[in-house]
């Protein structure tokens, strides 16, 4: 009974939360990811344990890591800053496998986007390029949805010069498309673009065909939702499908008591549901955290680091095979500060979590 009360305890808080997050966020969006709002992750699941057996400390598998840290790419200038990234290994003592950035979906046919993807790759890492859909002169307005548009052919001119440029990069390039499209207020969203998920998959499945068509055989694909929200669409009907997706990807924050609708929460309440039905649809797939981060406000930010480094991603999500961080003080727009370095314990927490034998600057 005392186990039963607690349970229902927790169900119910997790519902007023979530009733608040739906009445108080209010969020805009625009390129590139660094001046995006970043949507919260909402999960009532009451057992948050994942599916897949833990692996064994002798079964120790590579876990490539990655980054996106503020100044990496200057929107105002249009400009690339590599040694932004290259300042955060210093102060780790690591060297990242995958730099990560967010580009405007109008300008991934532009030989300056190539530039960028070598500049990257020239430091030793293996580029990751977020890109959202939205109408340009190339991919007109129409009175329907901008996956509809896609699918439909209307910007496959356009398509096949970004395929084309990709297949001049010619190294391995991960491209999460229209990320975190399952939530209910982002703007290339589904519902937000009054889209279908049959819509989205017609799309994604339609710029694939694109580039292979082309014979760039150097792009990853991967298919990036949040983690799941009551209001989100379900994983199983956005899925591409195997033939069209290299990887999984889940974006998942933990951001404390910064926002009104927001408590701390640990990594494994937020994520566990999420990766439990994104690993059931597609059990062979590699998954990744395509984004993650906590604040430090209403909880111990060097604790939470400890436990995800050196507990959870290792022994509690055995498909995981890389881990992304988002790393920007976000205070002014959203009142929350995501660095790794926001103080020295956070800092030292986060260096000795990633020196463990699981994470590796290498894919």
């Known amino acids: 009974m005392r186990n039963s009360l607690i349970i229902i305890s927790l169900l119910i808080s997790s519902l007023l939360t979530y009733n608040l997050y739906l009445n108080?966020?209010?969020a805009s969006f625009t390129q590139p990811r660094a001046q995006v709002n970043i949507t919260p992750v909402i999960s009532i699941s009451?057992?948050?344990?994942?599916t897949t057996s833990p692996v064994s400390e002798s079964n120790i598998r590579p876990i490539a890591i990655g980054m996106w840290t503020q100044g990496f790419w200057d929107d105002a200038k249009k400009e690339l800053h590599p040694e932004k990234l290259t300042e955060v290994e210093q102060l780790i003592d690591k060297k990242f496998a995958i730099a990560h950035y967010y580009r405007?979906?109008?300008?991934l046919d532009k030989e300056t986007v190539k530039n960028e993807l070598n500049s990257i790759t020239e430091q030793g890492w293996t580029p990751m390029l977020s890109a959202n859909p939205y109408y340009f002169d190339q991919c007109r307005w129409e009175d329907r949805s901008i996956y509809q548009v896609i699918s439909e052919g209307k910007c496959d001119t356009f398509l096949q010069s970004v395929a084309r440029n990709f297949k001049l990069f010619g190294k391995p390039l991960y491209f999460r498309f229209a990320w975190e499209m399952n939530l209910p207020n982002i703007e290339w969203g589904i519902k937000a673009t009054k889209s279908s998920p049959e819509d989205f998959i017609a799309a994604w499945r339609h710029f694939h065909d694109i580039v292979k068509n082309e014979g760039t055989d150097n792009v990853i694909w991967v298919f990036s939702p949040n983690s799941e929200t009551n209001e989100s669409?379900?994983?199983?009907?956005?899925?591409?499908?195997d033939d069209y997706?290299?990887?999984l990807g889940i974006d998942v924050y933990n951001w404390g008591t910064t926002?009104?609708?927001s408590s701390?929460?640990?990594?494994?309440?937020l994520f566990s549901s999420s990766y439990n039905h994104l690993v059931q649809i597609s059990p062979n797939k590699p998954l990744m955290i395509s984004e993650v981060n906590t604040t430090d406000q209403g909880g111990n930010k060097a604790e939470w680091y400890s436990n995800l480094l050196n507990t959870e991603i290792p022994y509690k999500f055995p498909q995981i095979k890389a881990v992304v961080f988002y790393n920007e003080n976000r205070t002014l727009k959203e009142n929350v500060n995501w660095l790794i370095d926001i103080n020295p314990a956070s800092l030292d927490a986060f260096k000795q979590g990633i020196s463990n034998g699981f994470y590796?600057?290498?894919l």
């Open 259 to 261: 926002q009104s609708w």
């Open 264 to 269: 701390w929460q640990n990594f494994i309440y």
């Open 245 to 247: 997706v290299d990887w």
């Open 24 to 26: 108080n966020k209010k």
């Open 360 to 362: 590796t600057s290498s």
């Open 104 to 107: 405007g979906w109008d300008v």
């Open 46 to 50: 009451l057992v948050p344990s994942p």
């Open 233 to 241: 669409v379900p994983y199983n009907r956005l899925y591409p499908g």
